[in-house]
């Protein structure tokens, strides 16, 4: 646009109004992009005034991430590579130019690291059309790579993800997740550790541990459960089929999961995916998933408890 200033590297810009670092990475306009088309089609006055979705039969033989791509040469069961496009950088620390004195804006070096997940080798396989053994390696996977990459000096947050759908804005179809290691606490993650904080201070007890035993009580918006999970249309959630995936137990991170939990999990995780695909039949339903856990940084948050929400961008 006329007369903003691009980045030349990867930075943190400070937003004064939300009090929130934004990452600024000009590579990002270099992804690949296998979307062939896109399209908005008119949905029944019932469910909603329309429903936007994509085309996602992207040929295999030119997708980086399927078996013979030079990052993937060999056949993998869960692969996990780093970010050719990251915006951030474990060994970004030269000085910055800061603006003058007086001004409302802040600049800082964009640390940290980025990280791709591949969930399967197959390219046309969705979460939900796995086996629930592929989707337990998949859990695995993630909990090796927060205790590898939190360990990391200077790593404050393990932000594990998936984004789903062109309409959230994926470059490839093929199936995959992605993490961001962060040197700060993103101030959605610092707002609701704070939430955490002052109800077990005034209450001495877990947030997430008296809703779990209201929506058991409860049980109207449980939609599945199993020993360990439950997954639920949240009282409060903010969005038209938002579900949040809730341990029973009072764990912190993917660091207190067990094999059973792991693989508890996975069923429950595959059974949201499930839904979301019978949802509206032959349309990629768009979401973004975000796991939610305790920060690496080695302070104390015992009165955190992890959780998973799903976020559908349909209004």
């Not at 620390?93 to 804006?105: C, R």
């Not at 969705?126 to 996977?141: F, N, Y």
């Not at 409860?218 to 959630?237: G, L, Q, S, T």
Request: net charge neutral.
């Amino acid at each position: 646009m006329p007369g903003q200033q691009l980045a030349a590297r990867n930075e943190l810009r400070w937003n004064p109004f939300f009090r929130k670092w934004i990452i600024v990475a000009p590579s990002r306009q270099d992804r690949p992009v296998d979307v062939k088309d896109q399209k908005v089609e008119a949905a029944q006055k019932k469910t909603r005034d329309y429903i936007a979705t994509q085309s996602s039969t992207s040929s295999p033989k030119k997708c980086p991430f399927c078996v013979g791509a030079p990052e993937v040469p060999e056949p993998f069961d869960v692969k996990i590579l780093p970010n050719k496009f990251s915006g951030l950088d474990l060994d970004n620390k030269e000085p910055f130019t800061l603006p003058g004195v007086g001004s409302p804006y802040k600049v800082a070096p964009a640390i940290g690291l980025q990280e791709i997940v591949l969930f399967s080798a197959e390219h046309d396989k969705k979460l939900g059309d796995l086996p629930v053994d592929q989707v337990a390696k998949i859990v695995k996977a993630w909990k090796e790579q927060y205790m590898r990459v939190g360990a990391m000096p200077g790593i404050q947050y393990i932000y594990q993800f998936e984004n789903r759908g062109s309409m959230i804005g994926v470059s490839l179809s093929h199936p995959h997740g992605q993490m961001y290691a962060f040197s700060w606490i993103p101030l959605y993650i610092a707002t609701e550790l704070q939430s955490f904080k002052e109800y077990h201070e005034e209450r001495k007890r877990c947030l997430l541990c008296d809703i779990v035993a209201e929506e058991k009580r409860i049980f109207d918006r449980i939609i599945k459960e199993n020993d360990n999970f439950m997954e639920v249309a949240p009282f409060y959630a903010l969005w038209p089929h938002e579900v949040h995936i809730y341990p029973k137990k009072h764990v912190q991170s993917f660091a207190d999961l067990d094999d059973r939990m792991m693989k508890d999990f996975a069923e429950i995780l595959k059974d949201v995916n499930q839904r979301y695909d019978r949802l509206y039949p032959g349309i990629e339903f768009a979401f973004v998933m975000a796991i939610h856990q305790k920060p690496t940084n080695k302070e104390n948050y015992d009165f955190y408890h992890f959780h998973v929400d799903f976020y559908p961008p349909l209004r």
